[in-house]
C-alpha cells in the first residue's frame, strides 16, 4: 500500500472519527481493494484502481487551487475529486447542462486561488473542500462553502442513521443523480464509498435509456427523486395495470433492488404506499439542503411506514421552529457561508443566525422526533379572495395525469394559468376541463383549479433557465417564455 495512505484499524466497530472525505476513501481502500467501486462502459474499476488513479492525479494540484470540473458521473469526476482533496485543493462541480455564460460567470466568481476572507481564524484545521451551486428552485444559485468537517460530519450521521447490515459492501447502485449537486454526491457517492459499495455510471444521458440501464445493471439499492418515482408508479397503473407487480418490477428495476432512497422533494404519500405495498420496495425519505451539508433527517429501517415523514433528526442536529413554524437548524454539516463578492464569505443575516443556527426556508411540523413537510415559506400564494394556494401540490397532481410530462402554474390578474408540456397527449380539446375534474377528484377546491392551459412546442430545459437544478419550473423563465413565444 502506497504511503500516501495512512493505517487505519481494520475492525468496522472502531470509534476512530475520519477528518476528511480522502481518509474515508483511504479506509474503505484498505477494507474493500479489490472490491468493485465503479463500472464505467462495461469496464470495472475497484476500489484498488481508483487509489492508483488518485496517485496519478494528485501532483497535478497545488492546496487552496480551485478545481473546476464540468462534466457528468464518471471514473474521472471521482478521481479528481479525491486528486484534489488529496492535495489540499478545492473541487467545485459544475452541470454539464449548464449555458456556457453561466458556466464562465461561475468560474470568474469563484476563480481566485485564496481561501475565501473570513474563512476561519487562519487556522487550517477545517479547510475548505467544495464549492457547490444551491438548485435555483426559488432563487439564483449561491455558491455553498462545504469544510472538510462540514461533509465528514455528515457522512458519520447518515452512517449512524443506516446500520451496515442493511447497505453494506455487497449492495449496488445505478448512479445516475448527478454528482454535481449534494444529495447524489454526499448520499450516494460518498456515502456508498463508505460502504465499500460499488456504483454503476449511466452510458446514456437521455433519461428514457435509464430504465433499460437499471434493469440490465441490476442495483440493491436505488438514489432517485420523486418524479422518477410518480412517473414509473404512473406506467403501472395505466399501462401495466394487467401485469403481476412482481413482473413489472424486474421488468423496470431489476430482480434486486431492495431499497430506495429519494431527496429533492416531498413525495406523495400514495406514491410511496405503492412501492411500499405492490412492490416490496420501502422508500427511505429525507430532507435537507445544500447548505446543510445536505442532510438533517432521514427515514431509516422499520420506519418507511410512515409516509408522512421525512424521517427523525439525524444524532447531532438540533432543530427548533422560528417565524411561522419555519425550521431551524444547528448542526456540524451546516456550512460557513456562500462565496460573496470580491472572495468574502457571505452570511445573510435572515439564513444565519445567532448561536448558530440556520434558516431552512420551509415550514414543518414536529412530532415524535420526526419532519413533517408542510410548504416552503412563502411558497403559498394569496389569491386576490383571501384564499391561498399550493402550487407546488398542484402541478404534483397534475403530473400524475398521463401524458404530462412538465407542469408550471402561474399566477395573473385573470387567474391561474397552467403551462403544459405534454407530447404524448393526443387530444386538447377536454384538456382543461379534464384537469379540472382530476384537480377537484383529489381534493382541490374551485378557487384553486386553472382557468386557462398554455401548451408548450418544447419541453422546459435546464440549459434554458426554465428549470432549477433539481428539474423543477423557474416560473420567472416560463413566464417570460410564453410571453415572448412567437415575437
Not at 448 to 458: A, C, F, H, M, S
Amino acid at each position: 500500500m502506497s504511503t500516501l495512505f495512512k493505517k487505519y484499524p481494520t475492525d468496522k466497530q472502531t470509534n476512530y472519527k475520519m477528518k476528511t472525505i480522502v481518509d474515508v476513501f483511504q479506509r474503505s481502500v484498505q477494507r474493500w481493494g479489490a472490491r468493485p467501486f465503479l463500472i464505467e462502459k462495461g469496464r470495472t474499476w475497484t476500489y484498488c484502481d481508483m487509489h492508483h488513479q488518485v496517485q496519478a492525479l494528485r501532483p497535478r494540484f497545488q492546496p487552496h487551487q480551485r478545481v473546476f470540473y464540468t462534466g457528468t458521473n464518471s471514473v474521472s469526476f471521482v478521481a479528481t475529486l479525491l486528486a484534489t482533496r488529496a492535495s489540499g485543493a478545492v473541487f467545485i462541480p459544475l452541470s454539464p447542462d449548464l449555458p456556457v455564460s453561466k458556466q464562465e460567470s461561475m468560474t470568474v466568481m469563484a476563480g481566485t486561488p485564496e481561501t475565501p476572507k473570513e474563512w476561519s481564524d487562519g487556522s487550517d484545521d477545517d479547510p475548505l473542500a467544495l464549492l457547490l451551486w444551491t438548485s435555483g428552485t426559488t432563487a439564483l444559485p449561491k455558491g455553498v462553502l462545504l469544510s472538510e468537517s462540514n461533509l465528514v460530519s455528515n457522512l458519520a450521521m447518515i452512517e449512524n442513521r443506516i446500520p451496515h447490515a442493511v447497505l453494506g459492501e455487497t449492495d449496488r447502485s445505478y448512479a445516475f443523480l448527478p454528482w454535481c449537486h449534494s444529495y447524489g454526491l454526499v448520499c450516494e457517492l460518498l456515502f456508498l464509498m463508505s460502504r465499500g459499495a460499488s456504483l454503476v455510471l449511466p452510458g446514456t444521458r437521455d433519461p428514457r435509456g435509464y430504465v433499460g440501464e437499471i434493469r440490465r445493471s441490476r442495483p440493491t439499492v436505488l438514489f432517485t427523486v420523486p418524479r422518477f418515482l410518480e412517473k414509473i408508479r404512473q406506467v403501472c397503473e395505466t399501462r401495466y395495470w394487467y401485469l403481476p407487480s412482481v413482473l413489472t418490477k424486474r421488468a423496470i428495476l431489476g430482480d434486486r433492488l431492495r431499497y430506495m432512497s429519494v431527496g429533492g422533494a416531498v413525495v406523495r404519500p400514495d406514491t410511496l404506499a405503492f412501492f411500499r405495498d405492490a412492490w416490496d420496495v420501502p422508500v427511505f425519505q429525507g430532507y435537507g439542503l445544500t447548505e446543510t451539508g445536505p442532510m438533517i433527517s432521514l427515514c431509516a429501517p422499520g420506519e418507511y411506514h410512515n409516509t408522512g415523514s421525512c424521517g427523525q433528526m439525524l444524532h447531532g442536529v438540533r432543530v427548533r421552529q422560528g417565524n411561522d413554524n419555519e425550521l431551524e437548524v444547528q448542526s456540524p454539516s451546516v456550512c460557513r457561508g456562500y462565496l460573496g463578492p470580491d472572495n468574502t464569505v457571505w452570511r445573510p443575516s435572515e439564513k444565519f443566525l445567532d448561536g448558530g443556527w440556520f434558516s431552512t426556508g420551509d415550514v414543518f411540523r414536529i412530532k415524535e422526533n420526526q419532519l413533517f413537510f408542510e410548504h416552503r415559506r412563502g411558497g403559498l400564494w394569496k389569491l386576490p379572495g383571501g384564499k391561498f394556494i399550493d402550487p407546488i401540490f398542484l402541478e404534483k397532481t397534475v403530473l400524475d395525469m398521463e401524458g404530462v410530462e412538465q407542469a408550471c402554474l402561474l399566477l395573473h390578474n385573470e387567474g391561474l394559468t397552467l403551462v403544459l408540456w405534454a407530447p404524448e397527449r393526443r387530444s386538447r380539446t377536454r384538456a382543461l376541463e379534464d384537469i379540472r375534474a382530476h384537480l377537484v377528484s383529489h381534493g382541490f377546491q374551485a378557487y384553486e383549479l386553472p382557468r386557462r392551459l398554455v401548451w408548450l412546442d418544447n419541453p422546459l430545459r435546464f440549459e434554458e433557465g426554465t428549470l432549477s437544478l433539481k428539474q423543477e419550473p423557474v416560473r420567472h423563465a416560463v413566464e417570460h417564455r410564453i410571453s415572448t413565444r412567437g415575437r
